[in-house]
């Protein structure tokens, strides 16, 4: 008598087998070595389920090997049961190649009315060998037990439920008889198979996580037939335990779709992965190496080129039939029309239902999930920390900083403030762009701008970037006003006016965000009460740190501790109030005095009763003793202030020039006791 292991109706199992065979093949050769290995290899299996905490019990098929039955107090879903085997598998080592097992149940999840596959039940008689089928013990000896082990249901491992999920989408593709035809663009593509066809390390094919990448190897290629599967000999080829003929079994084994990525790579998801919308390598299988559209405003033919992701325009439909031809692809019959965009919140790179193409690629890093690792950066990202801290000596202001690049990374959105850092030549300010936010944030999606750049009437480089990096920005009064206006739109202005040559001016989404690197006393206009700019002094030059001994090796580590520090920063607990918020410090309100012109700073001390600046400022031979006797109560005698003035700043402007230069910043003239003063409220 037979059972099926899984009835539709109820999706339930009370049981689950271990099937240990002899290969068809190997029927006919010595049975007593053929035994020897049976009993080896069922054992083993036995261990294996025993270390967690599973009973099985021992049964002789009656002909070709052993089965390990496992029984349920309850009955289970039968595809808890089934990754729990396939799970438990992952440690399973096969003994001999002429040997292999199955697990059953085989379905997860059958039609309702429909039936699983068939196994014997205990106590039967082999059709072919009219043997008993008998439980034994683990000397392979009869064993009648009195009572079933029975196991407790909590040691059966609940299935994902996305794994189904995503498996029904891939089914679906697969059911519409279209043959996978891009092989290398699948493994271009997936990391984790480039890994194992560069790879010369063995070692990455061994234990469980070895063996759980050869599924997801052979998942991915057997789709490609006789071609897929010598692709598979060929990587695995230089493994030491390789055997063709084992590989091959394994290969037959593998039914079902491809598997998703979340077998590998669990939650975190490639950024390759999320721009192509997939959960499988396997989508990338079913793409071009061109991808030919018409772009909507400018009425031209593009083609984005997947190999390296760049867009690419053509001027006529000739040279598109050759730039075709070249990579062995025809013209399509329609071609569709795109809108190209650069929307960083948005993932996928090709929306056919709204008929854009995004340029916008997020990086791997801004792709993570959040984790609730606790990151400490002194600790786990030393070089970084360093780094840091000597661009931002100050501790509050440095977890300023990293709540705003938090922000950067999370929301992928302008935070409306920008970053000045000001100090000496080889302090880190470019080692932070190009280890630290490039490879954070994209090689292209975060640039450096030099100050040429800025001033010039020509801003195409305002497209397609979510930060910039103002090089070398010195302030002088020529450029004052047009660069100041420029600085503010970039920083604040949702949208901005591209100006290029010989093009039309056009209006962009602005998703910049902006820092300034300088050596200049000056490096931008700050105004009193500005609310953009965050100002830091860096430390000094790297070299004399005793961190940066070994440049080599410094940028070395960097790079191993940036996936960590993404990871810091996609956990952070974002203050968006923060990052808009500028802070204050001694070295912005020096800048903010030094941008000022002279009438501007000398209204806003008068303004703010700042004796202290008056005196600190005034040479000793002035009676400063008048200001330091009387004050500034909203009024300064006339005389006074220009005295003041004119020693302050070195000049000799009468009361006349005064006062009409300072009506200008709501300083006015009046009387007070009989004199006369300026005012201000």
Not at 30 to 50: D, G, P, V, Y
Not at 591 to 596: A, E, K, N, P, Y
Request: with cysteine.
């Amino acid at each position: 008598m037979t059972t099926y292991n899984l009835v539709g109706k109820t999706g339930l199992v009370k049981s689950g087998v271990v099937d240990i065979d002899i290969n068809k093949n190997a029927l006919g050769d010595n049975r007593a070595e053929l035994e020897i290995s049976l009993k080896r290899q069922t054992l083993q299996i036995k261990t294996i389920l025993e270390n967690s905490d599973l009973n099985s019990i021992i049964e002789d098929s009656g002909h070709k090997g052993y089965h390990l039955w496992i029984f349920l107090k309850k009955p289970v879903p039968a595809r808890d049961m089934l990754h729990t085997l396939q799970t438990l598998e992952k440690d399973f080592t096969l003994v001999d190649d002429r040997l292999h097992w199955e697990l059953f149940p085989k379905q997860g999840n059958i039609a309702p009315g429909g039936f699983g596959n068939l196994i014997k039940l205990p106590f039967q008689y082999h059709r072919v060998t009219n043997n008993r089928c008998i439980f034994v013990n683990n000397n392979f000896e009869p064993d009648f037990h009195q009572e079933l082990p029975l196991n407790d249901t909590s040691l059966i491992l609940t299935a994902p439920t996305k794994v189904r999920t995503d498996s029904a989408k891939i089914s679906r593709a697969l059911k519409n008889d279209v043959v996978p035809f891009n092989m290398d663009m699948m493994i271009l593509k997936c990391s984790v198979l480039e890994e194992m066809q560069t790879t010369n390390d063995s070692a990455c094919f061994e234990g469980t996580i070895g063996h759980s990448k050869r599924l997801f190897l052979g998942s991915q290629l057997k789709p490609f037939g006789s071609i897929g599967r010598e692709k598979v000999h060929e990587i695995l080829s230089k493994v030491p335990d390789y055997k063709r003929h084992k590989t091959d079994y394994q290969l037959d084994s593998i039914s079902g779709p491809p598997q998703t990525c979340e077998n590998m790579c669990g939650k975190q998801k490639c950024s390759n992965i999320c721009m192509a919308g997939g959960n499988s390598p396997i989508k990338f299988a079913y793409m071009e190496y061109l991808f030919v559209f018409l772009e909507k405003q400018t009425s031209s033919y593009a083609y984005l080129d997947r190999r390296d992701g760049q867009l690419y325009f053509v001027d006529n439909e000739k040279k598109l039939s050759v730039i075709l031809a070249d990579v062995d692809q025809t013209r399509k019959k329609k071609t569709p029309v795109l809108k190209i965009i650069f929307k960083p919140s948005q993932n996928l790179e090709i929306d056919k239902d709204n008929k854009t193409i995004n340029l916008f690629k997020p990086t791997i890093f801004m792709v993570r999930e959040k984790s609730n690792k606790a990151i400490d950066l002194k600790i786990d990202t030393p070089n970084i920390n360093h780094l840091l801290s000597n661009l931002i000596p100050v501790i509050s202001e440095r977890e300023r900083f990293l709540n705003w690049l938090a922000g950067i990374m999370q929301t992928r959105a302008k935070q409306l403030t920008a970053w000045v850092f000001m100090g000496q030549p080889g302090a880190g300010k470019n080692v932070l762009l190009d280890h630290i936010l490039k490879p954070l944030l994209g090689e292209r999606q975060a640039i450096k701008v030099e100050d040429e750049q800025l001033k010039n009437p020509f801003n195409g480089w305002l497209q397609n970037a979510i930060l910039i990096a103002f090089n070398e920005v010195a302030h002088d009064n020529r450029t004052r006003n047009s660069i100041n206006s420029k600085v503010k739109a970039i920083i604040t202005d949702n949208d901005i006016m591209i100006n290029e040559k010989n093009v039309k001016v056009f209006t962009i989404d602005n998703h910049v965000n902006a820092i300034f690197f300088s050596n200049n006393e000056i490096p931008v206009l700050i105004e009193e009460n500005d609310r953009r700019f965050n100002v830091v002094k860096t430390c000094g030059n790297m070299r004399k740190q005793s961190w940066f001994a070994d440049p080599e090796q410094f940028f070395l580590d960097l790079k191993l501790e940036l996936p960590l520090f993404a990871e810091y920063l996609i956990n952070y607990d974002y203050d968006a109030g923060l990052a808009k918020t500028v802070i204050s410090n001694y070295t912005k309100d020096a800048l903010v005095d030094i941008g000022m012109s002279r009438y501007a700073e000398f209204s806003s001390h008068l303004k703010a009763n700042d004796v202290d600046w008056f005196l600190d400022n005034m040479d000793s031979i002035f009676p400063s003793s008048n200001i330091k006797t009387l004050g500034l109560n909203g009024s300064i005698s006339k005389d006074i202030a220009v005295s003041a003035f004119n020693e302050i700043y070195q000049e000799n402007i009468g009361k006349g020039k005064l006062t009409k230069e300072l009506k200008l910043y709501g300083i006015r003239p009046g009387e007070k006791d009989e004199k006369k003063v300026y005012r201000w409220d």
